[in-house]
């Protein structure tokens, strides 16, 4: 069982797990410029604009790095895999690789994008973008 | 060279710590004391004469509590650098530029904490932390110094073709410098590449126990005076030919994933190539190289960023016995973070003070600049001329 340390979010990246409950994969993109930011920022360091909106993700992706991380796995029971993944949109985005063989995970490895609800270590629950192989339909938890 | 009068130039002039231990009973008030005042006598002063410091922005070690217990008057220059381990060597930058300007005159460096049996910085982070970058790592693991840094690893591991047993190389050979460094925890007590591949793993398939620097009790002391004073202390001196440190755009604090290429070390690169700039040496004239390393893949990184092989190359570099006994560039002759012990990579500034004066127990016959880098920050020390 996973068991998920929570976020705080602040004025900056609140709309972004507010998405996450929607089951959007949002990134904060500069209103003026159009500059996407990850992770998010009160203000764009291209064109010094302070409006916001989102970028609606598709949630197609690739493995551009992974680790199965061993110790300490608590809180979760077993280790988990953690993956930067290459969104086909240009921008990278840090999640978990979930229902993998370990020996099936490598670099370059097409993802697609769910949602899975999760429990808190503050006895809450969170739902957090995750990842399966392409193609992978269903949740297997 | 700096714009400098020879006379005002900045040197180091002493040198001090602790035991490095892995409980040191007492606190890290008492550590800072203590390394500070083995540095400042080393330097033929008296903690009077001192009217700066500087420190680690996490150092917790107030500068009125460590005045008070070394008796010094007053500082008239007080600061602190960002970060962590990556701004030791921006310790010395500071000092030195304190002491170039004027704004002080002997300029107190210290870090200590009992990192061991106090609060150990390789476990998770749980505190609630309202930081937009902890929030969009840690709810998918990313809570310890090993898993965030080693997803950036993986990606280098993977551009290069390399396996963990290549990293178990470094750990050999950081083992092998320091059985025979007496301040060294691991002093006498060597490994093989069997040893390493036996430890367990940490992050799969990147780091295992013996990639990780060893968490450690301790304190560092360095005192940087001017090169006209110093001449005239009982102390052994040293030029501080340059030093620099990086801060860049998209550097996050261990997160930097995200609009770089992971298989560079952007930072070190920087401040190599200023580093070089403001010596006038090459990768070439170096002697001896001290690489801060709180895992194994970043000596490897730095070793490429500050020229010293190509891209790709430093696995072939320290498995040919460069950094090594003998080798074309001694690397980490106290053992390193590993092998020594962690002091935030302060205890690598020392080892390089001991190497240019002659006085290290790995001692490099006629090494005359060593450069000194902590990834952020880097450091060129020379002989005074």
């Known amino acids: 069982m996973i068991q998920v340390r929570p976020p705080v979010p602040d004025q900056d990246d609140a709309f972004h797990w507010e998405g996450a409950r929607q089951e959007k994969l949002l990134l904060q993109r500069c209103a003026d410029c159009g500059t996407v930011r990850h992770p998010p920022a009160p203000m764009c360091g291209t064109c010094g604009s302070l409006a916001t909106d989102s970028l609606e993700c598709s949630g197609r992706g690739t493995v551009h790095s992974w680790i199965l991380s061993h110790h300490p796995t608590e809180p979760d029971e077993a280790p988990r895999v953690v993956i930067l993944v290459d969104l086909e949109e240009g921008h990278r985005f840090v999640s978990n690789l979930i229902d993998t063989a370990h020996d099936e995970i490598h670099n370059g490895m097409a993802v697609d994008l769910c949602f899975v609800e999760y429990a808190t270590t503050d006895g809450d629950t969170i739902v957090l973008p995750q990842f399966l192989p392409a193609g992978r339909k269903g949740v297997n938890r | ?385």
């Open chain 2, 1 to 385: 060279m700096r714009d400098v009068p020879a006379h005002r130039r900045a040197v180091i002039a002493g040198i001090g710590h602790t035991e490095f231990s892995q409980h040191s009973g007492r606190s890290p008030l008492q550590l800072a004391s203590e390394a500070s005042l083995a540095a400042i006598k080393d330097a033929g002063l008296s903690p009077a004469d001192i009217d700066g410091n500087v420190t680690f922005a996490m150092d917790s070690t107030d500068e009125l509590a460590l005045i008070r217990s070394l008796g010094i008057p007053e500082l008239r220059f007080s600061a602190r650098t960002r970060g962590g381990g990556g701004g030791a060597c921006a310790t010395i930058q500071l000092a030195a530029a304190a002491v170039e300007s004027g704004h002080a005159d002997a300029v107190l460096v210290y870090r200590a904490f009992n990192e061991r049996s106090g609060h150990r910085f390789g476990q998770p982070q749980v505190a609630p932390n309202p930081d937009p970058a902890w929030n969009q790592h840690k709810p998918y693991g990313l809570d310890t110094p090993a898993k965030i840094y080693a997803l950036a690893f993986q990606r280098y591991m993977f551009e290069h073709g390399l396996t963990n047993a290549d990293f178990g190389r470094y750990t050999v050979v950081a083992r092998d410098w320091a059985s025979t460094n007496p301040n060294a925890q691991f002093y006498e007590r060597p490994i093989t590449l069997d040893d390493h591949q036996a430890s367990r793993w940490i992050v799969e398939p990147i780091l295992r126990k013996l990639d990780c620097c060893l968490e450690s009790d301790g304190g560092v002391g360095i005192v940087v005076t001017r090169a006209e004073r110093a001449a005239d202390l009982p102390c052994m001196p040293v030029d501080i030919l340059s030093a620099t440190a990086s801060q860049i755009e998209h550097g996050h604090e261990m997160f930097a994933y995200y609009d770089q290429d992971l298989g560079e070390h952007q930072e070190a690169a920087a401040v190599g190539r200023r580093l070089y700039a403001e010596s006038g040496l090459t990768a070439a004239d170096i002697d001896v190289a001290m690489i801060y390393e709180n895992f194994t893949p970043v000596v490897f990184l730095q070793l490429e960023a500050l020229g010293f092989c190509g891209r790709g190359e430093a696995r072939d570099f320290i498995a040919d016995g460069h950094i090594g006994r003998g080798g074309s560039l001694p690397t980490n002759t106290n053992g390193g973070l590993l092998g020594e012990g962690y002091i935030h990579g302060m205890n690598n500034i020392v080892e390089g003070v001991r190497q240019v004066r002659g006085t290290s127990y790995n001692q490099i016959s006629g090494a005359e600049h060593v450069l000194v880098s902590a990834g952020r920050s880097g450091l060129v020390l020379g002989r005074q001329s």
